[in-house]
């Protein structure tokens, strides 16, 4: 085993209301791994009430400033602790977005479209699961677009909200035209491990879209979107070795908004298989 390396780029905090144990225990699992450090990336608090029941709210965020803060003192010389955000976007949200954004330096912004979010599915889904799928892809270009996001999160989320009606071949080409206008943009986009727990139990997104992303040169971050500490750094061997079957060498990930690229076989190398995990302290 080498030196650490990588981070876990995407967690959560029980400030979203679904997600459990406190940052030092995801800390202490990210040291466990063989984790350079770890961003949380709790979810934001968005205007209007809009889809209150899963975030925080807006007069929260400063108690999520001192809490990932916190865990970045307690964890000095152990794992590097980044405050992060996982920030919803929807059209007509990025004034909101910006302040926020500008409110505290953030290591790491993945921007999400979350189809399965009540209040967004009233505003586009017209009841017609094709033409929804067609609106996430277009959503996830203009986020993109919007220069406001490191990295679009699980970008492939949209498979879940009716399986039954998700086929690739017919999809296909509206997520190249989302890859195509991705790709110009620079942002990258996140290989979410979480996705093998989801209804369609691949990650996401999955094989055949790496691939698709691997030839436009967009950047792959990895994240385990964990909700529990245990949860952190799983399946990162997997999805590693997914994107070298896509022909990826490299992995990315996001450190004062600057990517750093690190390669796979030494990221391979750094990480403690999560077998061989023990002696954790929070
Ligand atoms: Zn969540
Ligand atoms: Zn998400």
């Not at 459990?20 to 009430?49: K, M, N, S, V, W």
């Not at 007509?92 to 979010?117: F, Y």
């Not at 967004?120 to 094709?130: C, E, I, L, S």
Request: contains cysteine; charged residues 20%; aromatic residues 10%.
């Amino acid at each position: 085993m080498s030196a650490p390396i990588l981070y876990e780029s995407h967690c959560h905090t029980p400030l979203c209301h679904h997600a459990y144990g406190e940052p030092a225990e995801y800390a202490a699992r990210a040291e466990a791994r063989g984790l350079q450090g770890i961003i949380f990336t709790c979810h934001c608090p968005l205007p209007d009430g809009f889809s209150a029941h899963v975030r925080m709210a807006p007069e929260q965020y400063e108690d999520y400033v001192a809490l990932v803060a916190a865990a970045r003192e307690k964890f000095t010389g152990r794992v590097d602790v980044r405050l992060g955000l996982e920030s919803d976007y929807y059209p007509g949200v990025e004034p909101w977005l910006e302040k926020l954004h500008a409110r505290h330096p953030l290591h790491h912004i993945l921007g999400s479209v979350h189809p399965q979010v009540p209040e967004y599915r009233q505003a586009w889904f017209k009841g017609d699961w094709f033409a929804y799928q067609q609106t996430y892809f277009e959503h996830l270009a203009m986020a993109a677009e919007t220069g406001l996001f490191d990295t679009l999160a699980h970008p492939d989320l949209i498979k879940n909200e009716a399986p039954h009606e998700w086929d690739l071949a017919r999809i296909q080409p509206y997520v190249e035209r989302a890859l195509d206008r991705i790709a110009a943009t620079g942002v990258a986009m996140e290989l979410n491990t979480s996705g093998r727990q989801k209804v369609i139990r691949e990650f996401n997104p999955n094989p055949s879209r790496l691939r698709l992303m691997q030839a436009r040169g967009i950047p792959v971050v990895l994240g385990a979107d964990a909700h529990i500490p245990e949860r952190v750094g799983e399946g990162y061997e997997d999805a590693m070795a997914s994107l070298q079957t896509a022909g990826c060498a490299e992995i990315s990930f996001s450190l004062d908004r600057k990517r750093q690229t690190v390669a796979i076989t030494d990221a391979f190398a750094s990480l403690t298989p999560a077998t061989a995990m023990h002696g954790i302290r929070p």
